[in-house]
T-cell receptor, first 117, second 113 residues
Framework: AQKITQTQPGMFVQEKEAVTLDCTYD???????LFWYKQPSSGEMIFLIY??????QNATEGRYSLNFQKARKSANLVISASQLGDSAMYFC??????????????FGKGTKLTVNP | DAEITQSPRHKITETGRQVTLACHQT?????MFWYRQDLGHGLRLIHY???????NKGEVSDGYSVSRSNTEDLPLTLESAASSQTSVYFC????????????FGNGTRLTVT
């Protein structure tokens, strides 16, 4: 079974600073994908970034980067130059990629990020 | 633009009533999912479908059912609503394949009184 753990219920960061949101995972699948979603107070789920377990480089998307440490089973999200609009809930999720395997995502419980001016 | 639409956005119902939440996607995705979101639990999978006539149970499927008669729609039915089913419900779809993220609807807030 797959499991995602986000140990930080809440995080605070000053505007323009960088912040790291932690995510650890557990899976028996040899191949898997890791996703991060943002949920602002308006409620919608916004896809941010994806990392495949066999990708050679850490994923980056604009101000978002993923610090992927496979041996430690961690996939931390790094947000650089925080903005007030980054205040939101952030969810880490994973999907096993075994041939014929399930395509559903398993989510962590989320981290609430607050960016202070 | 393609999208995924949930209706209604808000619903209040009484204990014991049957309720159906609609989900319609124009992405032409094979895979569709229903999640519920509760404080302290993140998103938990209720049911999912990999195509027409295919449905599967997720981790919290008791008291819920789905049917998939076409590619675009996956309605979620609460057979006899319970107060424990008060939650925010999200429908999502994906094209399948390793890297494809889920595309989410905007959610339905259901209150069971």
């Amino acid at each position: 079974a797959q499991k995602i753990t986000q140990t930080q219920p809440g995080m605070f960061v000053q505007e323009k600073e960088a912040v790291t949101l932690d995510c650890t995972y557990d899976t028996s699948d040899p191949s898997y994908g890791l996703f991060w979603y943002k949920q602002p107070s308006s409620g919608e789920m916004i896809f941010l970034i994806y990392q495949g377990s066999y990708d050679q480089q850490n994923a980056t998307e604009g101000r978002y980067s993923l610090n992927f440490q496979k041996a430690r089973k961690s996939a931390n999200l790094v947000i650089s130059a925080s903005q007030l609009g980054d205040s939101a809930m952030y969810f880490c999720a994973m999907r096993g990629l075994t041939q014929g395997g399930s395509e559903k995502l398993v989510f962590g419980k989320g981290t609430k990020l607050t960016v202070n001016p | 633009d393609a999208e995924i639409t949930q209706s209604p956005r808000h619903k209040i119902t009484e204990t014991g009533r049957q309720v159906t939440l609609a989900c319609h996607q124009t992405w032409n995705h094979n895979n569709m999912f229903w999640y519920r979101q509760d404080l302290g639990h993140g998103l938990r999978l209720i049911h999912y479908s990999y195509g027409v006539q295919d449905t599967n149970k997720g981790e919290v499927s008791d008291g819920y059912s789905v049917s998939r008669s076409n590619t675009e729609d996956l309605p979620l039915t609460l057979e006899s609503a319970a107060s424990s089913q008060t939650s925010v419900y999200f429908c999502a779809s994906s094209p399948g394949g390793a890297r494809g993220p889920l595309h989410f609807g905007n959610g339905t807030r259901l209150t069971v009184t």
